[in-house]
């Protein structure tokens, strides 16, 4: 029989609908519940692509007698942390606070307050590896809650409190300068691997902002070794098996430094941001193979993650069933030994694949299975036989079984895709990316937004879901639309933008400091109200509206979004030097405050030479606004005459213009010129 996860949208929770346990979604009725029994909240909280969330529910929430053991003890609630990132914001640092780590599948036992008192992430059936088991877990607490309930509430009420005293320190609202960046580039440096690129060590994550703010700071200042770490990453990961070699796409992240072999799931996030950072890299150095991995993950996105409805679904799983053993085995559907190439390609063929490919008898990865690579060699191999194998191997892997998509619409994830398919569609002369942008854009508009331009956080099957938006939905999605407004010309989406950047400056900027939070303060209180301007797996909240703030300002000469945009990168002069790992988005956007931004105003027509010439300017953070004589779309285009009768770019840059520009070539140079 269902339990009350049966009619969520989530398709996380809909996993879950059938467990033996009786898990509520989050609401207050669940805790209303849990204080009239009086017991503890279970509270488990893991996404649809996670391995280890499968894991966990297979091994224990589809366990009857475990089950049996939570109902009785516990208020069960189940949370999808894509879809309600605040709540998953909010007890992740309780739970990193107290184990000095977190992750996913998270478990955090609450009191009936939502006070959290015991905290874990993964819990085997059995005790293993020093970690006791789920149910010696739910034993614990049971027995603790029963026996000494004051003691627990104690402890709650303190942890408590001393989450709600980790308000962020804020005490600068001016940006950071060019000694402030210089310092940030120099910590990358010291954090670079110059062996295999990207930074750091295992796991090793794919560092598109960070990858970003290196391009914007070469494109600003001339600095040579900030375009080579970015180069040299750029190709690293994609030569990778972190890189889908036949299908195009990212995969989350490496479980080793080398870019080698992938945790397999893929999300539009990260592909949306990989394509974005692809594309700029080709603006600034002409790349052909940046070019080459921006339109395959484009086109892996539209391919492989476009919704029934225009919109993007949030991730593909990194698990699938492997036919041979029957059960759902993570990366089955990428793998390959050099048997299987020989049975798809013939021998001879199957030898040249797996040395292009990199593909060895002992294997990669599991079992003697490999992941695909491109390694260097000095083998030359010939373009029509490589390309004939890829679409052999392609065809033979369509037929295995495919992994599961969450077909969940996120609002900010989808504002990244919007941004990246308008630009590569752009730079490509691919129409076909750009349609797909404005597609996902009318679906943001009619779908998620409602009379008053607030936004829902989350779609499926053309149903908003109830979860309100929080600040990266509107920064991100205003970011896609000024994105459409540049590419098409189109004002309404310039319009749109400004609704949207109008809800962060009324319900999510501190108005006396000018810091944000990253929900809104008429949103539900949760026992602290989250706040993080650090980028994780996607630019934070913060940062992103900071830009989507300074490009609005650029298109409108709105002081009120320049002065919040730079209040809000002080931030930035704070962190950026400390962590620049950790905040490549406000560095980014610092850059694009450094260098102006410059606006740009082509008189002429839309997708014709002087726009693309301006779209591909590497400027950082430049604005452009195009269309024809006498347009009124934009207001950059205001009182902007042909020159001569024919097209002209107006180049301005803090309230001072150069002369107009008529030739493309020129224009390229005015705006790919290093200002230090």
Known sequence: MPNRLAHETSPYLLQHADNPVDWWPWSAEAFEEAKRRGVPVLLSVGYA???????MAHESFEDEATAAVVNEHFVPVKVDREERPDVDAVYMEAVQAATGQGGWPMTVFLTPDAEPFYFGTYFPPEPRHGMPSFTQVLQGVGDAWTDRRGEV?????KITADLAGRELPYGDTRPPGDEELGQALLGLVREYDATHGGFGGAPKFPPSMVIEFLLRHHARTGTEGALQMAVDTCERMARGGIYDQLGGGFARYSVDREFTVPHFEKMLYDNALLCRAYAHLWRSTGSEFARRVALETADFMVRELRTNEGGFASALDADSLDPASGKHVEGAFYVWTPEQLAEVLGEEDGAVAARFFGVTEEGTFEEGASVLQLPQSDEVFEAERMESIRQRLTAARAERPAPGRD?????????????????????????????????????????????????ARTSKDGRAGANAGVLEDYADVAEGFLTLASVTGEGVWLEF?????DHVLDRFVDRESGALYDTAVDAEQLIRRPQDPTDNATPSGWTAAAGALLSYAAHTGSEPHRTAAERASGVVKALGPRAPRFIGNGLAVAEALLDGPREVAVVGEIGGRMHHAALTGTAPGAVVAAGPEGSTELPLLADRPLVDGGEAAYVCRHFVCDAPVTDADRLAGVLGEPRS
Not at 424 to 432: E, L
């Open 49 to 55: 692509s996670c391995h280890w969330c499968h894991v």
């Open 407 to 455: 077909d969940k619409v996120v609002a900010a994830w989808n504002g990244l895709a919007i941004a990246a398919l308008a630009e590569t569609g752009a730079y490509f002369g691919r129409q076909d990316l750009v349609d797909a942008a404005v597609c996902a854009g009318d679906l943001l508009v009619r779908l998620h937004m409602d009379p008053q331009a607030r936004l």
């Open 497 to 501: 933008a400004g609704f949207l950047l």
């Open 153 to 157: 509430t104690e402890v709650a009420a």
